[in-house]
């Protein structure tokens, strides 16, 4: 044995796991996790008692390798907390469907992941239980919200993990640690069991160290499921059968309005490279036009701050969670929700109560809802002419922790190369395409056709085959 | 944009304290002069987006089937009496 086992891809590990190592590739992460998470903070909670497996589970297609989950997806019996403390000591009585589908594939459940407060953040700041750090530099931020399971990855103390991308929370993050994430279409995997943040944009999806992981796993996690009323019923190809270094007549966009100002040049160089490679590789690059896409961030900040005023609205001290004692129920809402959410919780819940609210509803949320159509139609003229969409996934390297924590609308401008995909629905990826002088981390976004993410995954491997960035780790030991 | 944070906070059934409450009325303000560059489009003639699969009506069989979330979620609740939640008095006497 030659490989640390730590630096296993799942791919590597589900080899290894048949053959019996399921249990010493635990304890060899747990230990990792022991020395790096005080450093790190990217798990809220891990223990050998997460080491849980199924007698058969080597003859499963996972095999028993670990796999981390962001803390806003439910495990039945396991507490869950959103890194916030309006939930905190909540223990879901059921497993989201995500989770049922890992278990049966034989993952072995393995830390659950800080994030931003429920999921309102792009740097892992505003988590309740304290920043998560970026393994590259342990003074900036990891990205977010799924901070937590891209610095896991990334800092090789599990294999791979879930996260949720509602604006750009699992591809912001895999670009700022260098790992590969992965957005599926909307409805691609299932929702139940996911702790709603923005309805029609929440998707589940993995991160993880290579593209082929990102295959393996997607594999395992969609397809319909009648327990969530908006997942799709588009059959799932094998994505794995996609991995090919082969792109060859693939037309690929760059959107001119994905090069403006504001960029890091170094990172707009580092895609404008990827594209070159692409075309040495035989691909067609056409520079195409998404001319709606300044108003993005606009749109998604109404749009899906409404969504979760809404769905916050449950977090109220009646049934779980945190409930402050008060002499009257009335009280008793307001209270709880005082002291248990967060100031970007809190600034979400009024802004989406506020459009929502009598006589700005149609000034706001309608208007959102119709300039929302408008970046579709975008995305919809687009691919009638290319296949794969390129740009950077953010418009800079990871910024120091309290960088951009006092300026919300800088702190938003972060997502403004991933939310179009939210709004669209679409597929989007990150894959690792470089670093910047400091050697931090540059991320390529990907995106395809709705529920083409075979040819989105294809276009990725190439790139990651070709070039071979993602070999390279932080320096942690 | 000027907003009467009072009144949203009530809606949102939130209590925000004194010091809490002048910055976040500045961030909201700041975000809502941001979003309003949405008035320079043109949209009357564009129909919202509420959802991006445009799938309608989606139905399955009314099926009982056995679970024990319900006693689960009882087990956690922040307080309960027999197989209810409990709260405090709703109307004062």
Known sequence: MNTPLHKLTVKEAIGFCQK??????????????????????AFLRFSASDINLPLTAERLPLAGVPVS??????????????????????????????????????????????MDEFAFGSSCETSAFGPCKNPWDLTRVPGGSSGGSAASVAADMTLAALGSDTGGSIRQPAALCGVVGVKPTYGR???????????????????????????????????????????????????????????????????????????????????????????????????????????????YYIVAVAEASSNLGRFDGVEYGLRVPTKDLREMYFETRDQGFGQEAKRRILLGTFVLSAGYYEAYYLKGQKVRTLIRQD????????????????????FKIGEKSADPIAMYLSDIFTIPANLAGIPAMSVPCGFTSGGLPIGLQLMARPFDES?????????????????????LD | MEI????????????????????????LGAILDYVKKLDKLDTSKV???????????????????????????????????????????????
């Open chain 1, 20 to 41: 019996g190592g399921a249990q010493e590739l635990v304890h060899a992460l747990t230990e990792r996790a022991q020395k790096l998470n005080p450093l790190v903070n």
């Open chain 1, 69 to 114: 989950i962001k803390d806003n997806i439910c495990i039945d019996g396991r507490e869950v907390t959103c890194a916030s403390k309006i939930l905190a000591k909540h223990v879901p009585p059921y497993n989201a469907t995500v989770i049922e589908k890992l278990k049966s594939a034989g993952a072995t459940l393995f830390g659950q992941c800080n």
């Open chain 1, 189 to 299: 995997v299932s929702r139940y069991g996911l702790i709603a943040f923005g309805s029609s944009f929440d998707q589940i999806g993995p991160i993880t160290k290579t593209v082929e992981d990102a295959a393996i796993l997607l594999n395992v996690l969609s397809g319909h499921d009648p327990k969530d009323s908006t997942s799709a019923s588009q059959s799932v190809p094998d994505f794995t059968q996609a991995l090919k270094r082969d792109v060859k007549g693939l037309k690929i966009g760059l959107p001119k309005e994905y090069f403006i100002e504001g960029i890091d040049p170094q990172i707009e160089k580092s895609v404008r490279e990827a594209a070159e490679i692409y075309k040495k590789l035989g691909a067609e690059i056409k520079t195409i036009s998404l001319s709606h896409t300044e108003h993005s961030v606009a749109v």
């Open chain 1, 379 to 398: 995305f919809e003229k687009a691919f009638k002419e290319v296949d794969v969409i390129l740009s950077p996934t953010s418009p800079t390297a990871a």
């Open chain 1, 455 to 475: 040819t989105m995954l294809r276009a990725a491997y190439a790139f990651e085959q070709e070039t071979g960035i993602y070999k390279k780790k932080p320096k």
């Open chain 2, 4 to 27: 009467n944070i009072d009144r949203v906070a009530e809606l949102a059934r939130l209590n925000l304290k004194a010091e809490e409450k002048k910055k976040l009325e500045k961030d």
């Open chain 2, 47 to 93: 129909e919202p987006t509420s959802h991006v699969l445009n799938m309608e009506n989606v139905f399955r069989p009314d099926e009982a089937k056995s679970s024990d979330a319900a006693s689960k979620a009882l087990e956690h609740a922040p307080q309960t009496e027999g197989s209810f939640f409990k709260v405090p008095k709703i109307v004062q006497r």
